[in-house]
């Protein structure tokens, strides 16, 4: 085992630093991450929220580096502890994976392979995230079984010989979220866990994976659309526009004052707290991201957006508090 | 309520099989198919007895023929007769041989289906390596050769690659026997009908690789354009699968790449080659047509090619159904073959 | 005008809208990709080449019935360019010629096929679950139990071996095909919302089935029809390979093969100059196909 377990700084189990990412169609190139820095501590628990396609999921995509094949990361670093991600050996990273972060996919849909059993899926990522421990086949399944036991997955026997189609969408995710717990021994990837649930099985699904991320101690990244989740299960929060974080906050101060003109305009239009982001009414065209927008990537939408500097000036960090930080010129100077 | 064991379940649960309603589907087509040929044979203008024995054959020859096929009587009738013939096993004589049909075909037809064993052969080994591997690295040297193989292969009709590799191997380097099944000094019983098969049993070496010569360039002819494009097909499933986000979460578990490529992607974009693939096996029983010819195999088309140059009806419904038949089987097979890889598609499709 | 019938409208003029915005993406990318624009000069050349095939040839002559012992199996050469057949002909005047012959059959065929086969299908497809579609259906699928080639086969050697018949042969056997892939679009499309509007607004089926679906549907069918016209030349080829199709003297390629066949391998360049036109004709098809998919498929 190389990644070292001693952490240099509690405050600093993942740090993403000026990250870039590029998807390459074959027309088009798009700039999906611009300049992304985030930092998750041991133990902490850090919301990211943002209209649909600003970026979240490439976010957490790029640190495992399981981007589909045209998306590529330009440059930026991304360090795990000691190791910096970008750079490692392919050994480290497959150890990483297999056995510190896990990740749970947006849709339970589409993240279980339709030709396998769940009984396959399982046991493949546990021979893998224990793959030292020496254990055999039907230890394996003991523990896939524990597993679909912590996650309330009724008769678990009997699904762990069904395929994916079979089953409904709230015990797919279930299953996704078993696996996903499988290699998270230290940090969760939480990407949408509850879209395209039905809107009483998402509140089941969000509450269990609550309980589970305490009970094992886990630290997380959850990306959600339900303001009022965030709200309930985070202490820090990023907020994502165009690929840039626009402002991040502990999540208590972000929610009784936002900053960020955009920030605002999230929570004043998505007053019901389970409303999805996305319904968002802005002035402007939505984002292009193939030639994005110079200065405030904002500003073509903002609602004070129309001074010189916001057009021209890309907007610093500003730190308002000691905690808090926003990009935008209206806080400057 | 539904009792497992009841039979009526159990038989209702096999009439809605994908399978079984493929298989009653086709064979209703082979008898469809039947209708047509036999039809488009008889209401064609001018009189098919005339056209079959020619200008100068004797009247009352004609007129033996015509009452030999029922020409003279109504055409539902001239069915009727044909159809119950057909249940016995005969399908009338033919003016190629003067034989029963079905002689005919027995004695022609295992040589094509021992190069379309070999055709497949080459294109399922073929698509699954080249498919795989240049679908695992896109991009890659592979890959790009790959890419032209299969315009080259799309743009050179099989008859064309027979020309080409006879041409190289045979009469240029002298590799390969240009025609034939086997060279002249080698005898090998007949069992099966299949040279090497029949060599195997009878413990003839000699036979088998003299056979087994013999099959390899117009195996290859017919092989080598579908196979690239099969390939290819292989190939853009793997690479839209590796996107997928089935894929992306066994990466994100630090599975290790060749069990995601080989196992893991392979499986699921399989199950949109494979129909194809098996297409073009199937086709097979018709494009070795073309290339029959060139090697002058003695197969289906060598019987057919000239009972059709002949308009010898009988002749030509024989092997339309044939090769209907086999087409028929091939396709039933692949559903088969498509069923055990795809669990929606055994209990079912989506729920 | 009620809420809802405006509301309805309101789909449909959406739908109108994107119809066109489609079109002039599909416009801009097809002026972008090389591959659709390659496929697309190179079809048009040899268009033009067939067309003027007189103009063109060095001996136009020599297309048919000529006859000059003295200059027979000569090799390629800057005159001769594919060299002189067994008649002393100029091979690559006759695959000129040829190339007039398989646009001609491609131009027929996909006339009569590309119609029927679309009405068809859309036929079948709008009217999903009643009789209609299950007659048209059922005799497609027939149809396609057959390996096309023995049906093509068996139809010309039916009627006379000539390429009219050929012609007659491949539409037979091409359009189930064809019936069968708008089938499967026009199924897929006729429960969106703005042929639901249609319908509840009272828009006649014919007008649902033309002006709605079949807009959306025309990229691929005509990827599809370009793609397959390769495949009618290939068809085509056979079936004269075969001697069932075209009959010498007639400039067809596939004919000409199978005549020079017999001088194999002793004159071996004479089936270079009908094999590489061939090779080039399903190549252009197959360019400009692709080029359209990409164009169509969206970004």
């Keep these: ?333 | 309520m539904k009792n497992r064991l009841n039979i009526l379940y159990v038989l209702e649960r096999i009439f809605n099989h994908m399978l079984f309603k493929r298989t009653v589907l086709s064979l209703l087509s082979l008898f469809g198919l039947s209708l047509i040929i036999f039809t488009l044979a008889r209401i064609m203008p001018g009189d098919p007895a005339r056209m079959a024995l020619g200008p100068r054959a004797p009247e009352e020859l004609v007129q033996k023929y015509r009452e030999m096929l029922h020409l003279d009587k109504p055409i539902y009738l001239q069915y009727y007769y044909w159809l119950t013939d057909f249940f016995q096993g005969k399908l009338g004589i033919s003016l190629t041989s003067f034989r029963e049909v079905s002689v005919d075909i027995i004695e022609f037809l295992p040589a094509t289906l021992e190069l379309m064993l070999y055709v497949a052969i080459i294109q399922i080994t073929g698509t699954l390596i080249l498919g795989t591997l240049s679908g695992s690295k896109p991009g890659s040297i592979l890959d790009g050769a790959l890419r032209v193989f299969s315009y080259v292969g799309i743009c050179v009709p099989p008859f064309v690659w027979g020309l080409i590799l006879q041409f190289i191997f045979s009469y240029i380097l002298g590799f390969f026997p240009a025609t034939e099944r086997l060279s002249p000094s080698v005898q090998v019983p007949r069992i099966t009908g299949f040279v090497t098969i029949d060599a195997m049993i009878t413990g003839n070496l000699r036979g088998f690789v003299d056979g087994l010569w013999h099959l390899i360039l117009p195996s290859l002819a017919l092989a080598l354009g579908a196979m690239a494009q099969e390939a290819r097909i292989l190939r853009s499933a793997m690479v839209e699968n590796i996107n997928k986000d089935y894929i992306l979460t066994l990466l994100s578990h630090g599975i290790p790449n060749y069990r995601i490529y080989f196992r893991y992607a392979l499986k699921p974009s399989l199950v949109s080659t494979i129909p194809v693939v098996g297409l073009d096996i199937a086709s097979l029983i018709a494009n070795a047509f073309m290339v029959e010819v060139i090697f002058n195999w003695p197969g289906l088309s060598k019987f057919g090619i000239t009972a059709m140059l002949r308009k010898d009806l009988n002749g030509i419904v024989g092997v339309v159904l044939v090769a209907g038949l086999v087409y028929t089987i091939t396709n039933v097979i692949v559903d088969i073959i498509l069923t055990l890889l795809d669990p929606r598609l055994r209990y079912g499709g989506e729920r | 005008m009620s809420h809802t019938q405006r509301k309805l409208s309101f789909i449909l003029e959406k739908e109108k809208e994107m119809k066109i915005e489609r079109l002039r993406r599909a416009w801009f990318r097809f002026k972008k990709s090389k591959l659709a624009l390659t496929g697309f000069l190179l079809f048009s050349t040899l268009l033009v080449m067939a067309i003027f095939a007189e103009f063109v040839t060095p001996y136009p002559k020599h297309a048919e019935t000529y006859v000059d012992f003295k200059a027979r199996f000569r090799p390629p050469d800057l005159n001769h360019l594919f060299g002189t057949d067994h008649l002393g002909r100029d091979i690559f005047t006759r695959v000129v010629f040829g190339f007039r012959l398989a646009f001609l059959m491609i131009g027929i065929v996909i006339s009569i096929v590309l119609p029927v086969g679309t009405v068809l299908g859309l036929l079948a497809g709008y009217y999903k679950g009643k009789w209609l579609d299950y007659s048209i259906m059922r005799a497609a699928d027939m149809f396609v139990s057959i390996p096309p080639l023995v049906l093509a086969l068996s139809i010309c050697a039916i009627l006379e071996p000539n390429i009219v018949n050929a012609m007659i042969a491949v539409t037979l056997m091409w359009w189930p095909w064809y019936t069968r892939m708008v089938y499967s679009m026009t199924s897929a499309l006729r429960d969106e919302p703005y042929v639901w509007a249609a319908r509840a607004l009272g828009v006649r089926d014919i007008n649902i089935m033309f002006r709605e679906i079949l807009p959306n549907i025309l990229g691929p069918i005509l990827t599809k029809a370009t793609l397959d016209a390769a495949w009618v030349i290939l068809i085509g080829a056979t079936i004269s390979f075969l001697g069932l199709g075209a009959q010498p003297p007639t400039p067809d390629l596939g004919t000409m093969i199978s005549e020079y066949m017999v001088y194999f391998p002793q004159y071996w360049w004479m089936i270079i100059g009908p094999t590489l036109g061939i090779a080039i004709l399903i190549m252009s098809f197959n360019l400009l196909g692709d080029g359209l998919r990409d164009v169509f498929a969206g970004e």
Aim: aromatic share 8%.
């Design chain 1, 1 to 333: 085992m190389q990644v070292s377990d001693l952490v240099f700084d509690a405050n600093r189990l993942l740090t993403v630093k000026n990250l870039y990412v590029k998807y390459k169609s074959y027309w088009y190139i798009y700039h999906v991450l611009n300049d992304i820095s985030i930092n998750v501590g041991l133990g902490e628990k850090i919301g990211i929220i943002g209209e649909s396609g600003a970026g979240k999921t490439t976010l957490l995509k790029s640190i495992l580096q399981v981007l589909p094949i045209n998306g590529k990361i330009t440059s930026g670093e991304i360090f795990y502890r000691d190791v910096n991600l970008l750079k490692c050996s392919k050994q480290i990273l497959l150890e990483i994976r297999r056995k510190r972060v896990g990740m749970i996919f947006q849709d339970p849909l589409a993240a279980l392979n339709p030709v396998f059993t769940i009984k396959d899926h399982l046991l493949e990522v546990l021979r893998y995230a224990n793959e030292t421990a020496n254990i055999d086949k039907s230890d394996l399944i003991n523990i896939a079984l524990d597993l679909l036991r912590d996650t309330l997955i009724p008769d678990p026997e009997r699904i762990l010989n069904s395929y994916p189609f079979q089953l409904s969408g709230g015990m797919r995710q279930r299953i996704v979220i078993a696996m996903a717990l499988a290699s998270a021994r230290e940090l969760l990837l939480a990407d949408e866990p509850t879209t395209n649930l039905d809107v009483t099985i998402q509140a089941q699904i969000l509450k269990l994976i609550g309980e589970l991320v305490e009970k094992r101690g886990l630290s997380m990244i959850l990306i959600s659309h339900a303001l009022g989740l965030i709200r309930k299960m985070t202490e820090r929060v990023y907020v994502m526009y165009g690929g840039n974080i626009i402002e991040e906050a502990p999540t208590f101060k972000l929610f009784n004052e936002p900053l960020h003109p955009y920030t605002q305009l999230l929570f004043k239009t998505a007053p019901k707290i389970l409303e999805p982001l996305s319904s968002v009414e802005l002035r402007g065209n939505p984002l292009d991201y193939r030639n994005l927008p110079n200065g405030c990537v904002f500003h073509p939408r903002c609602p004070y957006g129309d001074s010189e500097v916001c057009r021209k000036v890309k907007p610093h960090q500003v730190k308002v508090e000691k905690d808090r930080t926003v990009y935008c010129h209206i806080y400057g100077s």
